[in-house]
């Protein structure tokens, strides 16, 4: 990472006569706010442009492949694996000013929306027609549509309906050379490779979103939200595995630990028994009578489990009330510590229970506190590892539970990611689970995307095939948590030696 960043006059000149000099960010203390996401790395950049249009952007990525600089794009910067920090000095092309809602074709359930858009304001938009956008990450009121393209992300209500990529029909794109085109359509099926699908979590390498043609869903009929107090972790897991196996697919099953509900409490009041050690939150839609079976179903099974208070809630306003802590866990973290770091691996259901006794033991083995909030319907969990980044020696601390965890998950037969992606966090893991021949043909991939580099431009200039968001998602790209002072050297996570 760039401990400072230079910048050129003429590049600045050229961007400014694109889009307006209020738009071209280049003063070093302005650019402090880009310089980091909701991760715990950051790096500076060399200069920050705000395009309105796509063709502003097209501009954009012209401009700076003639002065040789790398491009980072960038939505509300809410990525958790360091996606949006601009490494290698790039120039960002931040896409919060394309927001519009271009079209709505509600008999088609499809609406074509700019990258800028906030997750939840598509939702909002199309409320009156019976209608919502399905995925819904936690940071849903913050996080914009392109920015969960980049990362696939997902959601609580992504158990039963699926993640960003299975709601996504076409992109229009800025390619590596400038040039705009469309992948996919406003369809529900396309002839031809997939090459929408392969764009939907490429975590911004292969090119810049620039329209997005979604899929809406009806609203359910009916929805009824439960929550279940628990004594003991085993309980709440044991409760979720059963509710899967009677046949059940809820549109949302997450839990919280203890940690969180302190975490939780003080901010949100919501009166948690005080001796739960976790709250599983469950929610059943669709056809009244089958929303009641369920229910009953649900009620039953934790019952069994020993819950020690259900709470439940069928009317909009209740179901938001219920939601409120799970929603709002990560920011309730700074009541316990200043810096959290949210690991995002995945494990088979059945080795939820198991996987979790780890995370305990590793954090008690490096004396360090995590807290736990997760989608248990689908095994993504998600450590929470509370430090202070201002001690040193807290940042590795961190940083080795971190390789712990996301190890546990691997051999427990899981993944690295379930929506986060991998960015900067996890790519020194990525020979876990990939062989070489794996991540060269992955490598591979972004010569489909690209064209030549222009004639006029420096001749000791990366290829196109690396400008966008250079140094993410393969082993060797960055250090994660080179901004704190560790280094390959100095820092090499159980296990990882021979990566390094």
Known sequence: MSPKTTVSSSLISELS????DQYVVWKPED??????????DKAPPQAVVLPSTAEEVS?????ANKHGAYIVARGA???LSGGAVPLRNSVVIALTRLTALIEVDAVNRVAVVEPGM????LSQKVSHLGLFYAPDPASQKTCTIGGNIGENAGGPHCLALGVTTNHVLGLEVVLADGSLTWFGGTQREASGYDLRGAFVGSEGTLGIVTKIAVRLLPKPETIHSMLAAFTTMDAASDTVSEIIAAGMVPSALEMMDRNTIDAVEP??????????QAVLIVEVDGLKESVEEQTETVLDICNRNGAMEIREADDEATRDK???TRKGAIGAYGTIAPTYY???GVVPRTKLREVLQQVDQIAAELDVTVANVFHAGDGNIHPAILFNERNPAEVKQAILAGAKILEACVAAGGALSGEHGIGIEKQAYMPLVFNEDDLEAMARLRTAFIGESPEDAPIDVPSLGERFNPGKVFPGGAIHGEAYGITAESFRPTGTQDWQ
């Open 17 to 20: 006569n694109i889009v307006g």
């Open 31 to 40: 650019l402090l706010v880009y310089e980091y996401d909701g991760s715990i």
């Open 59 to 63: 501009q954009i990525v012209k401009i």
């Open 77 to 79: 910067g809410t990525s």
């Open 118 to 121: 906030i997750n939840l304001h």
């Open 267 to 276: 901010f949100y009041h919501p009166g948690y028994p005080a001796e739960a």
């Open 322 to 324: 219920l939601w409120q």
């Open 342 to 344: 949210l690991v995002d």
